[in-house]
């Protein structure tokens, strides 16, 4: 195992401990600035019974309530047979770990794990490997109960830990703000209906290693009660996500080769012009720093499924594709998640 393979490791099993161990007894008298709410505050209620996350762009989209646990996210990416990679699949996974430090604010580590790229293209390496480490902290800064609203901020920095094989590692690492918002719609007679939409954008720091972009998130749910089962609600929804470029890089960074075409690595321009497949992007998964890019657009839409349980576990299942003229990596997209919460 490399050297940032094992700091990786460490890292991942650091926060978990945190979480996982927690603080011991619940106590009374708690406020907004105690310190480890989940773990020391008996009667907190991070979020209402009847809210339920996004499952879009997990790595971006961020939910706004302030909460401890951790989320299981597999994602699987059918690629585009007239894009760069000639069709294949990107397969995902990755653990998101989120503690709350106080009743407003939160550390999150939303983009880890591991990647299985399998292209149909014969010249190009398929290969697995991490991805790069996106940590920050979300605070709350709107939150009306009585209205069943909340608006949080995020500040994010994703870290370039992961390998270029899997097209991680790149440039100087990106910073992440971002804007998020949900409101219960109770007041129109929709009890157990949400809108959660979210804004933000990629900042890098070495503008040639990667792309700028902004991003928007838009979802919307309805949680029909179970009665007498395990599970709490069965939660149908539909999302758009999107994401637009405002500035490319250079197209230096390495595309490997495969064997049978002779090994080695060709930038990312020059494959680009080589299979003449115009600028291309990796959307929420992969930063390229795509020349050309400024001004190009990517929208996906999908619905899926949650079923939040009694035991404090919710399950989901996404499908979602691109609705834009390009497509990227989304020719179809599966999303799957197991969310545990304090």
Aim: proline share 5%; hydrophobic share 40%; charged share 20%.
């Amino acid at each position: 195992m490399s050297r940032i393979s094992k700091r990786r490791v460490t890292i991942v099993l650091a926060l978990w401990g945190v979480v996982v161990a927690g603080g011991a007894s619940a106590a009374d008298g708690c406020d907004d600035w105690t310190f480890l709410p989940d773990f020391n505050c008996a009667e907190r209620s991070p979020r209402p019974s009847n809210a339920f996350g996004p499952m879009g762009m997990p790595y971006l989209f961020e939910d706004p309530h302030i909460t401890s646990g951790l989320n299981f996210v597999y994602v699987r990416h059918e690629l585009p047979e007239n894009g760069a990679f000639l069709g294949g699949t990107v397969n995902v996974a990755a653990l998101q770990i989120r503690l709350a430090l106080t009743d407003r604010i939160a550390f999150i580590a939303t983009k880890d794990g591991v990647t299985i790229f399998r292209p149909d293209n014969p010249i190009v390496q398929d290969d697995t490997g991490f991805m790069d480490m996106t940590v920050g902290l979300k605070a709350s800064l709107v939150d009306m109960p009585e209205h069943d609203f909340i608006l949080s901020g995020a500040l994010r920095y994703e870290i370039p830990l992961g390998n270029d094989e899997v097209f991680q590692g790149y440039g100087d690492g990106v910073i992440i703000p971002s804007a998020t918002f949900r409101w219960g719609l109770g007041a129109l007679g929709l009890e157990n209906a949400n809108v959660v939409a979210g804004l933000g954008g990629q900042v890098p720091i070495d503008g040639k290693a990667n792309s700028q972009s902004m991003f928007w998130n838009f979802h919307i749910d309805y949680g029909f009660e179970v009665t007498n089962s395990a599970v709490k609600y069965v939660v149908p929804f539909l999302e758009v996500n999107g994401l637009h470029y405002t500035k490319g890089g250079d197209g230096t960074n390495p595309i490997h080769l495969s064997k049978a075409a002779g090994g080695g690595t060709l930038t990312l321009a020059t494959a680009q012009a080589a299979l003449a497949t115009g600028p291309f992007e990796g959307a929420d998964v992969a930063n390229l720093g795509s020349p050309n890019i400024a001004g190009h657009d990517l929208v996906t839409f999908g619905g899926g499924i949650r079923l939040p349980t009694k035991w404090g576990v919710s399950f989901g299942v996404m499908y979602e594709a691109a609705v834009s003229e390009r497509d990227d990596i989304y020719d179809r997209r599966l999303t799957a998640m197991a969310t545990w919460e304090l």
